[in-house]
């Protein structure tokens, strides 16, 4: 299978999917269509099985409720922000003393 660079841009995860499941994806460049890269899978010790899981867990819907009873959120969440809260919250001036230095 052959693939514009614009067709890559776009389609990446098709192209990916293709080459995973064996077809060899080969991007081209320019007016020409000069060959310039090919997308192979790597070989991994994890089975390709495992990665399509990732997709079903995905489309599997969530029970509505599921912490009902365990969360409580009080009237003080509705209420507005103070100046200073605010201004602490929008400029993020504690974030290194609240959650270290990045």
């Known amino acids: 299978m052959e693939a514009t660079m614009h067709q ?3 389609r990446l995860s098709k192209l990916v999917k293709n080459a ?4 060899e994806v080969i991007l081209t460049c320019g007016q020409k269509r000069i060959p310039v890269a090919r997308i192979l899978p790597i070989d991994s010790a994890q089975p390709l099985g495992e990665i399509s899981a ?7 819907k ?3 409720g599921l912490y009902k009873g365990r969360i409580e ?3 003080e969440f509705f209420e507005p922000l103070s ?3 605010l201004t602490l919250w929008e400029r993020g001036e504690n974030d290194d003393a ?3 230095s990045a």
């Open 62 to 64: 969530r029970p509505l």
């Open 20 to 23: 995973i499941s064996g077809q």
């Open 98 to 100: 609240l959650f270290g």
């Open 54 to 60: 990732a997709d079903v867990a995905r489309k599997t």
């Open 83 to 85: 100046e200073e809260e």
């Open 8 to 10: 890559a841009k776009t």
């Open 73 to 75: 959120i009080g009237p």
